[in-house]
């Protein structure tokens, strides 16, 4: 199935001031709208048109680069944007999702301090990851567009750590970017919703 840029969950200005409406129009409008082009004219060029993206994301890694890369990154970016909300992070988890934070990842300031670190210390452009993995949360960074899909496990959250997510707003403070999203951007309730889906 041809991909499609999905339309935000909401206005341009709704995640202000942790992110802008002028980062959202670059990284929504431009960035993950290439994505979106170029990965339709390489999925059918390469017959895989049909296929869902999840589908073209693990057929192509290892074995076409190009593809890889924008069908990736357009499957990371449908998610992003729906991993953010107005009013969201903090500590109020869905009960569900705590526990299990709690019993994989050692609790919410444990998670915070890890997940931040993993986008942190991500060299480059890439991703930082919270993942269902053999039945357990875990954490995890990737560079590029690679995500946790091609290495056995489902993403239930991610945070871009591309410069083109924070660079207007945060300039090179990646650190306090990754602060922001995790205590005012997550949107807890789609987390929860991933990770139902990933554990039935």
Not at 3 to 8: A, R, S, Y
Not at 37 to 42: F, I, P, Y
Not at 53 to 74: C, I, M, P, R, Y
Request: no cysteine.
């Amino acid at each position: 199935m041809a991909f499609e840029l999905p339309e935000l969950p909401y206005d341009y200005e709704a995640l202000q001031p942790f992110m802008s409406k002028e980062t959202l129009e670059f990284h929504h409008d431009k960035h993950h709208k290439a994505y979106v082009d170029m990965g339709n004219k390489l999925a059918a060029e390469a017959g895989l048109s049909d296929l869902s993206v999840e589908d073209v994301v693990k057929k192509s890694f290892g074995t076409h680069q190009t593809l890889f890369n924008n069908a990736a990154q357009h499957y990371n970016h449908i998610h992003f944007w729906k991993w953010m909300k107005k009013g969201g992070g903090g500590t109020l988890l869905p009960g569900k999702l705590q526990s299990a934070i709690d019993s994989d990842l050692g609790g919410y300031d444990k998670f915070k301090a890890d997940l931040i670190a993993a986008g942190t210390t991500q060299f480059g452009s890439g991703w930082a990851w919270v993942s269902v993995k053999d039945g357990k949360l875990v954490i995890s960074k990737t560079p590029n567009g690679e995500n946790p899909l091609v290495h056995g496990a489902e993403p239930i959250l991610g945070v871009d750590v591309w410069e083109h997510s924070y660079y207007i707003d945060y300039r090179n403070a990646r650190p306090k970017y990754l602060e922001a999203f995790i205590d005012s951007l997550i949107n807890w309730d789609y987390v929860l919703e991933r990770y139902e889906a990933a554990t039935k």
